[in-house]
Each structure stands twice: as structure tokens, then as C-alpha cells.
């Protein structure tokens, strides 16, 4: 079993910037890739982010690409999301997942466990 609790998020204005953190339990954590997933409300869940299990892979949403970071550090069973530049549109439940796959996983499908979710909202 592998639970997931997030952290970081919070209220910025617009152009500022803010840091998620996904802390993993389960002695499984470091062998699997991990995504980032939001949730507006109204609309469906969507791919943000996913960092292969080494880190060595990342792939992100065109939306963020340029603008957002993802990474890990296995050590210390946590990964990470460096959000700049952030834009209204950017506001949503934020959510930490864990892919059934080694590889980076854009597909929601693949995910197994999931966190309980940091509310960001950006204002303008």
C-alpha cells in the first residue's frame, strides 16, 4: 500500500510562484513513476506533470511546459512541483499520483494511487 499526502499549496497572485511536495509511504514509492494531475471545478481531472522513477524522464502538459518543474529525490520518498509563473487559469486542486509503470505516464489510466489533493488558486 502506498499513501501520498501533499502540501504547499496556497493562495498567489498572479506571475508568483509556488512549490508542491508529495510525501510517499510504501516500500514501493521509488521503483515507480509519479504524475501530477489538477482539477478545476466543472472540469475533468487533467495531466499536469510525470517524472520517471530515476528521474531521468519528465513530460508535461503543454499548458505548463516552460512554466512548471517536476522532480523527485527517492531518499526522501518525496516529489516535488515548481509551479512559476503561475496564471489564473492555473487554479485548481492539485493532486500527486503514482503510475503502475517505471516510465513517465501521461495517461490518467495509469495511476493507482492518488493523494488527497492541495487546493492553489491563483488570483489575477
Known amino acids: 500500500q502506498v499513501q501520498l499526502v501533499e502540501s504547499g499549496g496556497g493562495l498567489v497572485q498572479a506571475g508568483g510562484s509556488l512549490r508542491l511536495s508529495c510525501a510517499a509511504s510504501g516500500r514501493t514509492y521509488g521503483t515507480y513513476a509519479m504524475g501530477w494531475f489538477r482539477q478545476a471545478p466543472g472540469k475533468e481531472r487533467e495531466f499536469v506533470a510525470t517524472i520517471n522513477w530515476n528521474g531521468g524522464n519528465t513530460q508535461y502538459a503543454d499548458s505548463v511546459n516552460g512554466r512548471f518543474t517536476i522532480s523527485r529525490d527517492n531518499a526522501k520518498n518525496t516529489v516535488y512541483l515548481l509551479m512559476n509563473t503561475l496564471k489564473p487559469e492555473d487554479t485548481a486542486v492539485y493532486y500527486c499520483?503514482?503510475?503502475?509503470?517505471?516510465?513517465?505516464?501521461?495517461?490518467?489510466?495509469?495511476?493507482?494511487?492518488w493523494g488527497q489533493g492541495t487546493q492553489v488558486t491563483v488570483s489575477s
Open positions: 499520483a503514482r503510475s503502475r509503470t517505471l516510465g513517465s505516464a501521461t495517461r490518467i489510466d495509469l495511476y493507482d494511487y
